[in-house]
């Protein structure tokens, strides 16, 4: 099982739609969890980290599931500037260790 | 809002020559990173740097890389003899001490010829 999987895409959505992405990460001592964003040919941005409990940041909604060791993010809303690459980045493993990404699933937003 | 910058944007070099990519990290963080993207692929780790030496580094980062951080302010990542297979962005992040959540650069991008 690879560190860290996404659904790769691309997902083609309409303006306004509610979109999913998925997560599964292989090491369940990790212990931190995060979402970027990243344009064509850019640096990745961090869009949100992920807790436990759930946390939302207006359109964004990020979960996680230790059990199932896996975790989301939730747009809603979509809009034309959120077209990007959204990467999920889990910590190796516990502790201050390395950030691993996955390669990320692509949202594209039409009008 | 404060920024890591790295220079230069890009470099075209040619296969076997040495090149050195430079960071300026946020002025309070501890932590540095090096990562690379190969075009298409996903952003891979390649070095942490904290306390002024190397704290972790992957399969990646063999003989030909190292890091340096020599005038505490400045983070170099230095490729000894380039191969056409290090073409990539690389990206140079840093953390604040008791947070996890990396800033990265804008990236170099290198292109070995």
């Known amino acids: 099982r690879k560190e860290v999987e996404q659904d790769p895409g691309p997902f083609n959505v309409p303006e306004g739609a509610t979109v999913a992405f998925n997560c599964t990460y292989s090491n369940s001592a990790s212990q931190s969890f995060f979402w970027y964003r990243q344009d064509c040919r850019k640096e990745p941005k961090l869009l949100m980290s992920?807790?436990?409990s759930g946390n939302e940041d207006g359109r964004f909604t990020a979960q996680l599931n230790r059990a199932s060791q896996y975790i989301s993010l939730l747009i809603r809303d979509s809009k034309l500037s959120d077209s990007a690459t959204y990467l999920c980045?889990?910590?190796?493993?516990?502790?201050?260790?390395?950030?691993?990404f996955g390669k990320g699933t692509r949202l594209s937003v039409i009008a | 809002e404060p920024e890591v910058t790295q220079t230069p944007s890009h470099q075209v070099t040619q296969m076997g020559q040495e090149v050195i990519l430079r960071c300026v990290p946020i002025?309070?963080?501890?932590?540095f990173y090096w990562y690379r993207q190969i075009l298409g692929q996903k952003v891979e780790f390649l070095v942490s740097f904290y306390n002024n030496e190397i704290s972790e580094k992957s399969e990646i980062f063999d003989d030909q890389f190292s890091v340096e951080r020599p005038d505490g302010s400045n983070f170099t990542l230095k490729i000894r003899s380039t191969k056409l297979e290090d073409s990539a962005m690389y990206f140079c992040a840093s953390v604040a001490e008791g947070t996890y959540g990396y800033t990265f650069g804008s990236g170099t991008r290198l292109t070995v010829v």
């Open positions: 002025s309070n963080h501890l932590y």
């Open positions: 980045a889990v910590n190796r493993d516990s502790g201050n260790t390395p950030l691993v």
């Open positions: 992920v807790y436990s």
